[in-house]
């Protein structure tokens, strides 16, 4: 089967290796470090945790059974975007390009590059230090601004990066291959030391301390543990540069997930072997406090380089997929008509790529994105459940359209991401419903600028 034509004058140029490379490496990010203490905390046994770890794996991969379904038969750039607009209209599909561009997708690169730069704080001090204060009260809790030199530093990492990716979507996909392989090899030396330690104990495995428990400690562990899993879904935004997306954009979407299910688990089973639950829940850093355990301050110095490497696989794989989606809107009218711009040399949507990384450098010296990114979690999950039950709704609206790969255990499989997708949402408004409602208000922002996308479009 032919390749479908790329969106407005992409290149499909992402082999199998760098669209798998841009699903692993996009999943695994800071998560793997950070979030067993909060599942612990939350779940209160190491068993209850490897259940968690799988049952949001399983999720996780019934999202991408559905989205390899969606991705093969739209092969276009911007992923959901796509999904949405075609099963609910223009205007479910704005709204989470709207939410993906100026909210989630740059804050999560914001985020990440300011993770880059706390790890490499370990060993150059200094970029903590304050280079500029603004004496306004503009700052996180109302206080001054205050400008440090790791911000400069990751804001330079950020526009880079655009530049690199600007310069051919074939220079980001080798890169992304590269920075992923040195990832999965720091990872597996790091579960390596922690299964083969002497440290270690199988008692650990079993330990437990005082929490919620129960289903109320599932889903608060679950939804940990998603953070963790996040990212699965970014290929499908880049599918307009993927070599014969028919066949491989399942192939990766299916196996990196499941590569990155392993990974989780192996790590896990590395980090429990090594401590009980009692130090898990005591430490912020968990692969660090592993390794400092068994080789001291320089295997704590090692987990800071392997966090490093991990961040910078998934930074560059953001910005490639990510920056599809305004070009997307932009490319249907719905966006400011720059995005829409492919280089004529490079066939890159740089402009897109460039305005989307300029946004995010500057959330991250706002040192607000945080904060942004928090109040749409919860809504993220709203557009995947959207996107996944989207198969079943184009199955009924549009049954002529080509399906080069079908979804397994279709309907089951769509309607428990869906299901899943609903608890997320449900357990974060009751947890958290301020940010759940002010979420809402940043989606809903977006409605005044579609109606007048809209009318530009009619005129």
């Known amino acids: 089967m032919a390749d479908h034509p790329p969106t407005a004058g992409l290149r499909r140029v992402l082999g199998p290796w760098a669209a798998t490379s841009i699903v692993v490496g996009t999943i695994i990010g800071s998560g793997i470090f950070l979030v067993p203490k909060s599942m612990i905390t939350q779940a209160g046994s190491v068993p209850l945790v490897f259940v968690v770890w799988i049952a949001g794996g399983l999720l996780s991969l019934f999202g991408a059974l559905s989205y390899a379904e969606l991705g093969a038969a739209m092969p276009e750039a911007g992923g959901e975007y796509a999904y949405l607009r075609e099963a609910y209209g223009g205007f479910w599909g704005f709204l989470y390009g709207w939410t993906q561009t100026w909210v989630s997708k740059s804050g999560s690169i914001a985020g990440m590059a300011t993770g880059f730069f706390y790890y490499l704080a370990n060993f150059r001090p200094e970029l903590d230090r304050i280079l500029w204060s603004v004496p306004l009260p503009i700052g996180p809790g109302g206080g001054p601004l205050e400008i440090r030199y790791g911000q400069v530093l990751a804001a330079a990492v950020i526009l880079c990066l655009a530049v690199f990716n600007s310069a051919g979507v074939s220079l980001g996909g080798r890169l992304q291959v590269v920075a992923t392989l040195a990832k999965a090899g720091l ?62 954009l399942p192939l990766a979407l299916v196996a990196g997930t499941v590569a990155t299910i392993t990974v989780y688990i192996a790590a896990n089973l590395a980090y429990f072997y090594v401590l009980p639950a009692s130090a898990v829940a005591a430490s912020d850093r968990v692969a660090a406090e592993m390794m400092r355990t068994i080789a001291g301050p320089a295997g704590a110095a090692g987990v800071s380089i392997a966090a490093m490497v991990s961040i910078f696989a998934a930074l560059n794989g953001s910005i490639l997929s990510g920056a599809r989606v305004p070009f997307a809107m932009a490319a249907d009218g719905r966006f400011f008509r720059f995005a829409a711009r492919v280089h004529p040399r490079y066939g890159t949507p740089n402009r897109s790529t460039l305005f989307l990384c300029l946004w995010a450098s500057l959330l991250v010296f706002s040192g607000r994105y945080e904060q942004l990114f928090t109040y749409v979690i919860f809504a993220s999950w709203i557009f995947y459940g959207m996107a996944a039950a989207a198969v079943i709704v184009l199955r009924r609206k549009r049954p002529e359209m080509a399906r080069p790969f079908r979804t397994a255990g279709y309907p089951y499989v769509p309607l428990l991401f869906v299901i899943g997708a609903l608890g997320v949402v449900a357990t974060t408004l009751i947890r958290s419903p301020r940010e759940a409602i002010m979420g809402l208000v940043l989606i809903f922002s977006g409605v005044p600028f579609y109606f007048y996308w809209k009318r530009r479009i009619m005129w």
């Open 187 to 248: 990872l597996a030396a790091i579960i390596a030391f922690g299964l083969g330690s002497k440290a270690g104990s199988v008692a650990n495995l079993t330990s437990s301390i005082p929490a919620a428990g129960g289903f109320a400690g599932f889903f608060g562990a679950l939804v940990a543990a998603l953070w963790a899993y996040d990212g699965w879904n970014n290929l499908s935004m880049a599918a307009s540069d993927v070599v014969r997306p028919q066949r491989n």
